[in-house]
């Protein structure tokens, strides 16, 4: 069954530091899209990115988070100067198509910044 | 501002017991819903959506959920909680806008034996 991959699992970096979060969406997806939970919080959404655009960004994201599709499968996350307050679970999600159809969820990334 | 209340940050039901666990929206417009889980260690599965037409649906592992618009809620229920239940839900909604889901704050479930 097709389904999202993120790496690393387990990121922790000092603060100040750069981080890249990796994922690969399910092949055919057009649409994809950046959560983020930090621990106890709800899930936020981040940012959505279609035709290598951003398509929607939320508040949070800020000039320190870009997202970048390189290789045509990669979707990756930069937080360009890690705050303490940036520590969170990130997920990576694809879907088909916007709107109703099912947006798919991989496993995260715990964030640690120390 | 658009946002969804699970009422619960705590759910504990008995093996065999009824499941329940309550959503509701904010927004005049109704919204396509969804219910995912979330096990230890795991990303976000999705349970259930509604999107149109019949607004009772169902789901994986005998969860079904109601859409009722004059009460602008999305309640998860289970007749009968088996052990492997015991997750996080999470209720969310999306207005077709670009896609974004906006999640309510999660419920933990625990299954008593």
């Known amino acids: 069954e097709p389904e999202v991959t993120q790496t690393p699992s387990h990121q922790v970096t000092q603060m100040g530091q750069e981080v890249i979060l990796r994922c690969v969406p399910i092949?055919?997806?057009?649409?994809f899209y950046w959560y983020r939970q930090i621990l106890g919080q709800k899930v936020e959404f981040l940012v959505s990115?279609?035709?290598?655009?951003?398509?929607?960004k939320s508040e949070i994201f800020d000039d320190q988070f870009s997202v970048e599709r390189p290789d045509g499968s990669n979707f990756t996350l930069k937080i360009r100067s890690t705050k303490l307050e940036d520590s969170a679970m990130y997920f990576c999600?694809?879907?088909?198509?916007?709107?109703?159809?099912?947006?798919?969820f991989g496993q995260g990334t715990r964030l640690t910044v120390v | 501002a658009q946002s969804v209340t699970q009422l619960g940050s705590h759910v504990s039901v008995s093996e065999g017991a009824l499941v329940l666990l309550r959503c509701n929206y904010s927004?005049?417009?109704?919204?396509?819903l969804f219910w995912y889980v979330q096990y230890p260690n795991q990303g976000l599965q999705l349970l259930l959506k509604?999107?149109?037409?019949?607004?009772l649906v169902k789901g994986i592992n005998g969860f079904e959920a109601e859409f009722k618009k004059s009460e602008t809620s999305f309640h998860l229920t289970k007749p009968s909680a088996h052990m492997s239940d015991a997750a996080e839900y999470f209720c969310?909604?999306?207005?077709?806008?670009?896609?974004?889901?906006?999640f309510g704050q999660g419920t933990e479930l625990s299954v008593k034996p």
């Open positions: 999600a694809s879907s088909e198509a916007m709107g109703a159809t099912e947006a798919f």
């Open positions: 092949s055919n997806h057009l649409y």
């Open positions: 990115f279609y035709n290598n655009e951003i398509s929607e």
């Open positions: 927004s005049s417009v109704p919204p396509y």
């Open positions: 509604y999107t149109t037409g019949a607004t």
């Open positions: 969310a909604v999306s207005y077709n806008q670009g896609g974004k889901l906006i």
